[in-house]
């Protein structure tokens, strides 16, 4: 069991950034960023393998960058040129399964509490 430990999320302009961090207590294969919208169901955003393969979601792709720090055990999401869309519940996710770069909840098997974003309108 990997517990995780998501902070740095907040409100930003449209147009702005925020700089997203996971910790991580245990070992993990796969590490990802999900988002949640009231009413919606959870989406997939990024994941990065201990290797350093990275996946992201389309909405956010050529705005987010992921990275991870494997020495530190942390995870990060650079979210530039918000928007309003991104607002949501951000969780850090861990995942055992070499299904981990489709970031399907499913395929993942331990959650943080989650960080809200707000971009407002």
């Known amino acids: 069991q990997v517990q995780l430990e998501e902070s740095g999320g907040g409100s930003a302009q449209r147009g702005g950034s925020l700089r997203l961090s996971c910790r991580a207590f245990g070992h993990a294969w796969a590490l990802a960023w999900f988002r949640q919208a009231p009413g919606k169901e959870r989406e997939g955003v990024a994941g990065v393998s201990l290797h350093g393969d990275v996946t992201y979601g389309d909405s956010v792709k050529g705005r987010f960058t992921t990275s991870r720090d494997n020495a530190q055990s942390t995870l990060y999401l650079q979210m530039d040129n918000l928007e309003p869309g991104d607002t949501a519940m951000y969780y850090c996710?861990?995942?055992?399964?070499?299904?981990?770069?489709?970031?399907?909840?499913?395929?993942?098997?331990?959650w943080g509490q989650g960080t809200q974003v707000t971009v407002p309108s």
């Open positions: 996710a861990a995942s055992s399964s070499d299904l981990w770069s489709q970031l399907r909840p499913r395929d993942f098997d331990d």
